[in-house]
């Protein structure tokens, strides 16, 4: 673990994971936020909050296979449903502009 990072955690190597995992996240922010800036994504829209949206977005069909079952009437893991949820996220990606 850097050094730097150890200080500017306290010292605790628990403290400096969390403020490495910290950085790595508002890194991914920064970047949503450029995406933005560059015109990818509305202006309106705050960026922590499309990404948080797009992490549960990802984690939805492992997280929750029985609603995924109950709402598409497919598997979670099933090929079929994992191509159409990747086509249907791009599309509401897309949209986000």
């Known amino acids: 673990m850097d050094a730097a990072i150890r200080r500017r955690a306290g010292g605790s190597a628990f403290t400096a994971r969390s403020t490495v995992r910290n950085i790595a996240f508002a890194a991914m922010v920064d970047d949503v936020?450029?995406?933005?800036?560059?015109?990818?994504?509305?202006?309106?829209l705050d960026p922590a909050y499309v990404l948080l949206t797009l992490?549960?977005?990802?984690?939805?069909?492992t997280l929750l296979p029985q609603i995924v079952r109950r709402v598409t009437g497919r598997a979670a893991d099933s090929p079929e449903f994992l191509d159409e949820y990747a086509g249907?996220?791009?599309?509401?990606?897309?949209?986000?502009r």
């Open 33 to 44: 936020r450029r995406r933005q800036a560059a015109g990818e994504l509305a202006a309106d």
């Open 55 to 61: 992490f549960a977005a990802a984690m939805a069909p």
């Open 88 to 96: 249907q996220l791009r599309r509401v990606i897309e949209r986000l």
